[in-house]
């Protein structure tokens, strides 16, 4: 697969450098090197490439959910969810790229069931995570993993279609992880979450 992510990040590098209309097949064939038949291999066309790299970046986001979490099972759980939120929000250096654009095109080119899956995919994978805190006041649910990624993940792309600055993202993600703090504190009062 190093082949496809060779092909988004040149994808991205075009995108960012040169904004989205001059992310054609034929530019990120220039700038990885691959022909453009071997584009075409993995994607019939940008539209495939632009939904390609959503998914992409869930998996990549999981992954990093991972990683991150095991480097700091040491520190107390709202710690852990705060690292979470700022991953989640987009606000780690080695977080996926998006701008504006991006998640503006994403529901014109994403199929609603691969949206579906993806969404299902990183709830699961912050579930695993925050059930696994042994310092949690109560038992995480799905159903708290599935409000915390839609609460954080779409504020992210609402803040970034309403072109939010830093300042102001800073103070978001602050907020937002008060609330998913909140949120996973009520699991210990709530008998019903199961």
């Known amino acids: ?62 992954e990093q959910f991972v990683a991150a979490d095991a480097g700091n099972a040491a520190m107390p759980w709202p710690s852990r969810l705060a690292l979470l939120v700022q991953r989640l929000y987009g606000q780690s250096s080695d977080s996926p790229y998006f701008d504006r654009e991006m998640l503006t095109r994403e529901s014109l080119v994403a199929n609603p069931g691969r949206q579906q899956h993806a969404f299902e995919k990183c709830s699961a994978c912050v579930y695993s995570l925050i059930k696994g805190w042994p310092d949690l006041p109560g038992p995480a649910s799905r159903r708290h993993a599935d409000t915390l990624v839609q609460t954080v993940w779409g504020g992210m792309r609402y803040a970034h279609i309403l072109e939010r600055d830093t300042a102001a993202a800073a103070a978001y993600v602050e907020d937002l992880n008060l609330m998913a703090r909140a949120l996973l504190q009520s699991a210990a009062g709530d008998s019903s979450h199961r």
């Open 1 to 62: 697969m190093f082949t496809v992510q060779a092909i988004y990040d040149g994808f991205v590098r075009i995108w960012r450098r040169d904004g989205p209309d001059a992310a054609t097949t034929r530019a990120i064939a220039a700038e990885t090197g691959y022909s453009v038949g071997t584009i075409y291999d993995y994607f019939p066309n940008r539209t495939a490439l632009l939904a390609g790299y959503y998914e992409h970046c869930i998996d990549r986001l999981c």
